[in-house]
């Protein structure tokens, strides 16, 4: 089960002002807009809810518009057909909320396994951060954190950190760790990771120009995946990456997906509505 269907993650998106229906063993999370109507968003459900068990519920919150994003495990062609039924009742919408395409890290082996999976240049930069005098430590400064992100995101860049704030009381400590890149004095990194059924989440991470200069993002995901393997998690998540299957759409991730892909991973799909009009 993925995180978004987590017990912790509902109430994260209840503190968001959400409403949240458990409908056929998943998680609808559902709010209503003046005008629009209701709106609804099923996100990384393991199996699709049967449409009447869903209609009661799209009736009393008058869901007009409904979001599906499933999990991996559901085939392609079942997710058509599913979307193809449920289309006659709501109207399904084409925007993605969350990644359509990740990578994951295997983290069941040694850590020199997981090591030497990297690319030479990540193998390379680590050593060049340690050079440098990037030092890593856990924290529990959040703000912290979110001023490094805010920053290095640029302008608006508080739109990528909104409701960041109310999820970490809520997953930490025990489903959440920060990792914070320091030289000298100097937070010049950091990353939010969250935990949850042996699968740890690359949730939040950014850094200075200074802190990039001196390879501290690419420490950080190194001691990320090391924390995340003491805890006992069995995989390590991107969260999202470009997906070459919708090229015009998020375009510039292709940055930090290029950064992802040298960290010996895996890619991963999720199926993508394919809408019937």
Not at 213 to 234: D, S
């Amino acid at each position: 089960m993925e995180i978004q269907q987590s017990p912790f993650y509902a109430s994260y998106i209840k503190s968001l002002g959400w409403q949240v229906e458990k409908v056929d063993g998943s998680n609808l999370f559902l709010k209503r807009f003046p005008l629009l109507g209701g709106f609804a968003k099923l996100q990384r459900c393991t199996k699709l809810p049967k449409v009447n068990e869903l209609l009661p519920v799209f009736t009393k919150y008058h869901v007009k518009r409904l979001s599906v994003e499933p999990d991996s495990g559901i085939l392609q062609h079942t997710f058509s057909a599913w979307v193809k039924n449920v289309s006659s009742h709501v109207l399904i919408i084409s925007t993605h909320y969350i990644s359509t395409k990740t990578i994951r890290v295997d983290l069941t082996g040694p850590e020199e396994k997981i090591f030497a999976r990297f690319s030479e240049a990540k193998r390379r930069a680590v050593r060049r951060a340690r050079k440098t005098g990037v030092s890593i430590a856990q924290s529990s400064d959040i703000h912290a954190l979110l001023q490094i992100k805010n920053k290095s995101a640029g302008f608006l860049g508080f739109i990528t950190t909104y409701g960041t704030d109310k999820l970490w009381p809520i997953f930490a400590p025990d489903h959440a760790a920060i990792l914070l890149a320091h030289s000298d004095t100097r937070v010049v990194g950091g990353i939010l990771l969250l935990f949850y059924d042996s699968v740890a989440y690359y949730w939040i991470a950014g850094a200075t120009k200074e802190g990039k200069k001196m390879f501290a993002p690419t420490l950080l995901v190194w001691e990320a995946l090391k924390l995340a393997k003491k805890r006992g998690m069995k995989t390590f998540d991107f969260i999202g990456v470009w997906d070459e299957r919708i090229p015009k759409e998020n375009k510039e991730w292709l940055g930090f997906t290029k950064f992802k892909e040298g960290f010996g991973g895996t890619e991963l799909y999720y199926p993508i509505a394919t809408l019937h009009r």
